[in-house]
């Protein structure tokens, strides 16, 4: 049983860059049934696929995020991790990571629980 | 990027109503549509993928269908607990889009 959970700083200023990162336990990163991705949701609004990696490193990313968005894996550490550079108050919002089945007839099956993270001075 | 629409956006019902949700993608997406259930402050919940498969553990009352651009999602006798928002999201191509969410309410 897979289990995400994410870290980082949840207060960020305007201007600055975004870092979380998600630990994977009960199961390895390098598995070649996963691509890890992050999700977030501002308050109170949707859901919005932020971007995937794979554990060789390569990546996917939502095109309307692509130029501030960095995912980078660690295979050492069965982490990965997320930078968003230029944040505004646009960018508040529940940020999750999770699994992104290879297989395209699958759902994600696994989150982490989420967390916030707030823009502002 | 490939659109999802769900309607309504809002549904206010009874308990042991049957209630039906619907998602529109912007393209065929084949049948790789996922259905989610999410409750306030707590991530998402696979409830059906592959348009009509049930997820391990759902309760059956749970049910999935469609294929290309139209899919429903229906629960045959709401419960208490079924209150929550549901998304619709794609598979099929990435990046994965979601549906903007409906949020179901007791009336």
């Known amino acids: 049983q897979l289990q995400l959970q994410e870290s980082g700083p949840g207060l960020v200023k305007p201007s600055e860059t975004l870092s979380l990162t998600c630990t994977v336990s009960?199961?390895?990163?390098?598995?070649?049934?996963?691509?890890w991705g992050w999700i977030r949701q501002p308050p109170g609004k949707g859901l919005e696929w932020i971007g995937s990696?794979?554990?060789?490193?390569?990546?996917y990313y939502n095109p309307s995020l692509k130029s501030r968005v960095t995912i980078s894996v660690d295979t050492s550490k069965n982490q990965f991790s997320l930078k968003l550079s230029s944040v505004t108050a646009a960018d508040t919002a529940v940020y999750y990571c999770?699994?992104?089945?290879?297989?395209?007839?699958?759902?994600?099956?696994?989150w982490g629980q989420g967390t916030l993270v707030t823009v502002s001075s | 990027d490939i659109q999802m629409t769900q309607s309504p956006s809002s549904l206010s019902a009874s308990v042991g109503d049957r209630v039906t949700i619907t998602c529109r993608a912007s393209?065929?997406?084949?049948?790789?549509l996922n259905w989610y259930q999410q409750k306030p402050g707590k991530a998402p919940k696979l409830l059906i993928y592959a348009a009509s498969s049930l997820q391990s553990g759902v309760p059956s009352r749970f049910s999935g269908s469609g294929s290309g651009t139209d899919f429903t999602l229906t629960i045959s006798s709401l419960q208490p607990e079924d209150f929550a928002t549901y998304y619709c999201q794609q598979s099929y191509s990435t990046p994965r889009t979601f549906g903007q969410g409906t949020r179901l309410e007791i009336k």
């Open positions: 999770a699994s992104d089945p290879v297989a395209v007839n699958l759902g994600v099956d696994y």
């Open positions: 009960g199961g390895s990163i390098s598995s070649s049934s996963y691509y």
């Open positions: 990696i794979y554990y060789s490193g390569s990546t």
């Open positions: 393209q065929s997406i084949s049948s790789y």
